[in-house]
């Protein structure tokens, strides 16, 4: 049986660290970045102002190409609100090209392509105006 994940999810409003307020900003103008260590010359994820290889304050953000591969997924059939009326959903791990790995929702998707190596591309959602940009994935080629 073929399902089909749409976006819509719920976009709770995060914390925001004041170190990470510029992968923030670059999200709320729907671009992807990620954060590089000057010391170390490396990506990290996820967004915050010190390398956690050398912990190190020199930190710049980079656009990325928006674009990466599914790791892992799995498909949430259960979950509490404001989660559980939108089940199932998928949640999962894509690496960027840029060689750091999030975990985050594929949207717009259908099971039929739904597999590790899909090429996917970021998408940010809100739920509602006034909510942040959530980091979400959808396949490059839907037809896959």
Not at 84 to 105: I, K, R
Request: proline fraction near 12%.
């Amino acid at each position: 049986m073929t399902h089909h994940f749409p976006g819509g999810l719920p976009t709770p409003r995060p914390v925001i660290e004041p170190d990470a307020e510029p992968w923030w900003d670059a999200a709320g103008r729907g671009e992807l970045t990620v954060p590089y260590c000057e010391a170390c010359g490396r990506p990290f994820w996820y967004p915050r102002g010190f390398c956690p290889r050398c912990g190190s304050t020199g930190v710049v953000w980079r656009p990325a190409t928006g674009e990466g591969t599914v790791y892992s997924y799995t498909v949430v059939r259960r979950a509490a609100e404001p989660w559980g009326s939108h089940t199932p959903f998928v949640l999962a791990y894509v690496t960027l090209d840029e060689g750091v790995t999030v975990q985050t929702n594929i949207v717009d998707c259908s099971s039929d392509v739904l597999e590790p190596g899909l090429r996917v591309r970021a998408v940010f959602e809100r739920a509602d105006d006034a909510d942040l940009p959530v980091l979400r994935f959808t396949p490059v080629d839907p037809v896959h």
